[in-house]
């Protein structure tokens, strides 16, 4: 989520909802790019605004590619 | 640090009366004892309704919501009597703050709205929200929302729907944040709209079209342009392949050759052509224009008359004649030869009329013009007026019929769904409206003909520009016709040309040839449309990566959650080899159904255990315990600064009494958890009162004596009262054994209510040394002449102590103990001395 603080006192165990949910999403998805821009401050129009411009530039492909060329480096 | 209260105030409020109750809560733990319908379900209730504005036992009972109509205010008080309830608070900023609750309306019959009440915070109008933040207490989930566990809502996990449990548990897991962004994700997949292309529809009526080949369905996944082009055109040679007909070269062509067949087809089975019309091209003419141009030629008329127009050009001559060098004062008339007729004054005047003519005649020219460019564009209006309606409605009715265009015919083509009859009122409304339009049309040409052919005697300006203008307005309402007549003909066109196609064997050739038209529109199409199911697609995959990890998150805080409730109930039933064991989702995919485990085993280190249901195997008793367990995790959880706890441990569980006294609410008092517990067992009261007096453990007794004055709450201290409410059952009772108890405390009360008078009376006249503890060990009767000496406030109360004495002495030794009414009579004659010389 757009504001959540990782706690640096506790970093080998997430502890806030955002945190736990990221851990478990995998780290190119369209998901956890949808997660990192929601903010639950923001009033609902700004929120879904938000996901909708992930959603239009998010390009699955060109991150498996760059996970293929990190993979090959 | 989380909040917590360090005093009450109820007043009116159910078994609370119009006498204020003010309980002051100077320590973490506090215990209130009350007998039977005393007030103690009153208090937790009170508190609940101070949080949260309701009580939660009417929203659990949901069948009974009207049997609690009237239910708040104490019944006996008058209906404007004061309801509300009070609480200091130390908040986390370390500020102390009064948050208020009045009643305004209570539950009604009928109104499942709940009452109504104001709210205010150190006096100041508040709402809801306000209580977390300002007060920091967090509300829990309804219906269970104030950190208040009663009798009604302690098994209520046990009775709740799964939807309703696992909304309970999401609050006290604190998820729902997931839970909203999973929905907003959601919500974004049902926002995308398939993007609205005829020519997907269009593909959709050729795929289905056989004709075309078995290539046709392969037409949508074309890589690139020309292969959809190539395939395309596959299509149409096999349709044309088909009905037998030439291929020719080019999709065009093929295009053409369909569209050839299909018009021959169509007019075969109906006159399919009838139905069509021209785009509308309306007025064009500027009428502000023609009016400038008609006054400015009635202007310049005015001013020159029809003679000098005549003699315009013997005025050009004689201006033209140069002048004669020996006539200074003018020449000769060239015509008459009147001497010195042309002079000077004579030469203007022709020359101002032969401006005035020429300005005439230019004004003239344009006014002509415009006229002749009003009549083309009223011709012309005309003609696109004809050819914007529909070709039927041009034809004869003869005609018409005889290509069986007919109102009857088409009702057999379209579909019974109303679509005819609205097309045939949006077609007479449009015919209404041609008609209006046509006879503007003509009035305005009748204008402007007679503006023409009389345009030396015309003047008539008013009356032209208004026809032009009726033009306008009538052509304004020709076009709102012809607008709300496209839907309804749409709709009818559609319907005949499905049932002709079909007739003819046609469906999907239309389709095929606008396609095979326009290739590169269908690509376009293709392309969005592909983009739009990547999207659909993209999101699906996200919404199911996200149920997959938020109930992951959901199970590494359900064990969380689990750990704590095991905390607690190893805390009230230590070593029993039937033990709670978790709460967890039912499956990995379940998101709305939450199970309650309990572990069964044979040994008493509960190995190897066998997990159900705890629902369905714990006893009633059990179950009780993981009630409680249950709501002291989730006041753990929701970091709850206090909690009320009504009677938390069964009268039937006499074995985990002292486990919930002492190891339970240590470590509440451990976590820094306020508790406060109502109880109707004398001996937890005590019991408590006792263990925890190192941390100030403050107790508090209910009795309700005067239904108007309602329940008191009173210190424990007030050891008097305490023995007046403890005796009142035994006095009430049929069973002899109890009255003859009940007879003993009263005669204890005798001698408890002499020695505090003895005391108060020496400490009065200076004795601050006077204490009861010097009385102990003395009877009734070596003090009870200096008591009967002390009650003169009215002349007959030393006479009611000592016949009291006399009812409750006799009672306690001989077989037949005092009756009801007798010790009754004893008790209330105790209180009353008690409030008149104690109080």
Request: charged share 25%; glycine share 6%; proline share 5%.
């Amino acid at each position: 989520m757009a504001t959540s603080t990782p706690n640096p006192t506790d970093s080998d165990k997430p502890q806030s909802n955002d945190e736990r949910l990221a851990a478990q999403l995998a780290a190119n998805g369209l998901a956890r790019a949808l997660l990192a821009v929601w903010n639950p401050a923001e009033p609902p129009e700004r929120r879904r605004e938000r996901l909708q411009q992930t959603l239009g530039s998010h390009n699955p492909g060109q991150a498996s590619n760059d996970a293929a060329a990190t993979d090959t480096n | 640090m989380p909040p917590q209260l360090t005093r009450i105030e109820v007043q009116g409020f159910r078994s609370f009366g119009t006498v204020r109750q003010t309980p002051d809560l100077a320590g973490p733990i506090a215990v209130f004892w009350a007998g039977n319908s005393q007030g103690k379900t009153s208090f937790s209730e009170a508190l609940e309704f101070l949080f949260s504005g309701q009580i939660a036992r009417r929203d659990l009972l949901a069948s009974a919501k009207d049997e609690f109509t009237e239910a708040l205010r104490n019944v006996h008080m008058p209906s404007g009597a004061l309801v509300a309830v009070e609480a200091s608070i130390i908040c986390p900023d370390g500020q102390t703050r009064k948050l208020c609750r009045t009643l305004v309306e209570d539950y009604r019959r009928g109104n499942a709205q709940g009452c109504t009440s104001t709210l205010t915070i150190d006096g100041v109008a508040a709402n809801d929200n306000q209580i977390e933040s300002l007060l920091g207490i967090r509300l829990s989930q309804h219906p269970v929302r104030a950190p208040i566990l009663g009798q009604h809502n302690l098994a209520y996990l046990f009775s709740a729907s799964p939807a309703d449990r696992a909304a309970y548990f999401r609050a006290i897991l604190d998820t729902q944040d997931l839970e909203d962004f999973r929905n907003d994700v959601q919500a974004m997949e049902a926002a995308l709209v398939a993007p609205a292309s005829p020519e997907m529809n269009d593909l959709l009526e050729v795929e289905l079209l056989a004709d075309a080949g078995p290539g046709r369905v392969q037409i949508r996944k074309s890589p690139k342009p020309e292969t959809l082009r190539a395939r395309l055109e596959s299509a149409s040679s096999a349709l044309l392949t088909s009905i037998g007909l030439p291929v020719p070269k080019g999709l065009a062509a093929q295009a053409n050759a369909i569209e050839a067949e299909l018009t021959t087809r169509r007019s075969k089975t109906f006159p399919v052509d009838l139905l069509r019309r021209s785009a509308f091209a309306p007025w064009a003419g500027d009428a502000a224009k023609l009016k400038e141009a008609a006054d400015k030629f009635l202007e310049e008329r005015q001013k020159v008359d029809a003679e000098s127009q005549r003699t315009l050009d013997l005025f050009k001559a004689a201006l033209a004649i140069p002048a004669h060098p020996d006539h200074p004062h003018g020449d000769d008339c060239p015509l008459c030869g009147t001497v010195d007729a042309f002079g000077a004054d004579r030469v203007a005047f022709v020359r101002e009329q032969v401006r005035a003519s020429e300005a005439f005649s230019s004004a003239s020219a344009s006014f002509l013009g415009s006229l002749r460019s009003s009549i083309l564009h009223c011709d012309t209006l005309a003609q696109s007026l004809s050819k914007a309606l529909p070709r039927f409605m041009r034809e004869q009715r003869g005609k018409r019929r005889a290509a069986e265009f007919t109102v009857a015919k088409i009702k057999e083509l379209v579909p019974s769904d109303g679509r005819l009859e609205e097309w045939l009122s949006a077609v007479r409304a449009l015919a209404r409206a041609d008609r209006a339009l046509q006879l503007r049309i003509r009035a305005a040409r009748k204008q402007l003909d007679h503006a023409q052919k009389n345009s030396q005697e015309w003047s008539d300006v008013g009356g032209l520009i208004a026809a032009i203008n009726d033009i306008a307005s009538a052509q304004e309402s020709f076009v709102q016709q012809l607008t709300a007549y496209e839907g309804p003909a749409r709709l009818v066109g559609e319907g005949i040309s499905a049932t002709v196609d079909q007739n003819a064997q046609t469906s999907g050739w239309e389709s095929l040839i606008r396609l095979a038209r326009n290739p590169d529109a269908l690509w376009h199409a293709l392309r969005l449309d592909a983009a739009h199911r990547q999207k659909v697609s993209d999101i699906k995959k996200a919404i199911r990566e996200i149920d997959m990890a938020i109930g992951k998150v959901t199970d590494e805080k359900f064990a969380e959650l689990s750990d704590e409730v095991k905390f607690w109930w190893d805390r009230l039933r230590p070593e029993e080899n039937t033990f709670f064991s978790g709460v967890q989702r039912r499956s990995d995919k379940a998101r709305r159904t939450v199970d309650l485990k309990a572990g069964m085993s044979v040994k008493d280190d509960r190995a190897n255990p066998k997990f159900r249901d705890a629902v369905a195997v714990f006893s009633q008793s059990q179950l009780h315990c993981l009630g409680l367990a249950l709501f002291l995790a989730k006041a753990v959880q929701e970091k709850a600064g206090f909690i009320l706890l009504d009677d938390p441990v069964l009268t039937s569980d006499e074995d985990y009494r002292p486990n919930f006294t002492s190891s339970v609410l240590e470590g509440l008092l451990d976590k820094g958890i306020q508790v406060l517990i109502c109880t109707q067992d004398h001996k937890t009261y005590k019991d408590i009162g006792d263990r925890w007096l190192h941390r100030n453990a403050q107790q508090f007794i209910m009795v309700r004596n005067d239904a108007v004055t309602g329940t008191e709450i009173r210190k424990e201290n007030d050891d008097l009262a305490t023995m007046i409410a403890r005796a009142r059952p035994a006095t009430k009772s049929q069973d002899p054994a109890l009255r003859k108890d009940g007879a003993r405390q009263i005669r204890e009360i005798i001698e408890r209510f002499s020695k505090c008078l003895l005391v108060k009376d020496r400490k009065v006249k200076g004795d601050n040394g006077a204490s009861i503890t010097q009385y102990d060990g003395k009877n009734f009767g070596t003090y009870s002449n200096n008591v009967y000496a002390l009650l003169t406030k009215d002349a007959a109360d030393p006479g009611k102590l000592r016949s009291g004495f006399s009812d409750v002495t006799s009672g306690s030794h001989d077989d037949a103990p005092p009756t009801t009414a007798t010790l009754a009579r004893a008790l209330g004659d105790l209180n009353r001395l008690k409030k008149d010389y104690l109080d």
